[in-house]
């Protein structure tokens, strides 16, 4: 009977830590992810929130001497592969003076992602792809897979579980 107890305990905490909606993501973009690869020095790196339906993004690109023009997101692809365009986000912004190592950046919310499109986001499907001036980059400049942030409170709530069975489990071997 405990065992069951101990079970269901475990099941309903990890369903309420899914429960509440709030999915992280990261993004590192460079040239040897795109698609043919490319020689750019140019990196990137950002951070989606998924809340509900609504992805919140931001996202940041070091400076070379092309100017970046459009960021995408596109798939459902894995990485090696390409895919449609699913979400124009714009040109990047200029941050300004003295920019930082990573002066152009995109920031915003893309409202009422469907099912499926939730479900591919968060089996690391999409991709973001930076397109700039230079004509030597025509696919794209650099590109990043978004991943999929591992939640703390499910690995602290199945931590917790595996203590508390070896402790009954231990309790119980030392009644015998």
């Known amino acids: ?6 079970i269901l305990v475990l099941t309903f905490g990890v369903a309420f830590a899914h429960a509440q ?4 993501f990261s ?5 040897s992810s795109e698609v043919p690869p490319t020689g750019s020095t140019r990196t990137g ?3 989606l929130t998924l809340n509900g339906s609504d992805l919140d993004y931001t996202i940041n690109f070091s400076a070379t001497v092309d100017t970046p023009t459009d960021v995408t997101i596109n798939g459902p692809a894995n990485p090696g592969s390409t895919a449609p365009l699913l979400f124009d986000l714009g040109a990047p912004s200029f941050i300004s003076p003295n920019p930082p190592q990573y ?3 995109v920031t915003g919310t ?13 089996g690391g499907l999409w991709y973001v792809n930076l397109f700039s001036s230079s004509s030597t980059y ?13 939640e703390p409170s499910t690995f602290a709530l199945l931590g917790t579980s ?3 069975l070896l402790f009954w489990r231990r309790k119980v071997n030392c009644r015998v």
């Open 103 to 105: 002066p152009w950046f």
């Open 162 to 164: 595996a203590v508390a």
């Open 138 to 150: 025509p696919d794209g400049e650099i590109r990043g897979q978004i991943m999929p942030v591992p």
């Open 45 to 47: 790196f950002g951070s």
């Open 27 to 31: 993004v590192s973009l460079d040239g």
């Open 1 to 6: 009977m405990k065992k069951i107890i101990s």
């Open 110 to 122: 893309i409202n009422n992602l469907t099912g499926g499109e939730i479900d591919d986001l968060k």
């Open 21 to 24: 909606g709030t999915f992280d």
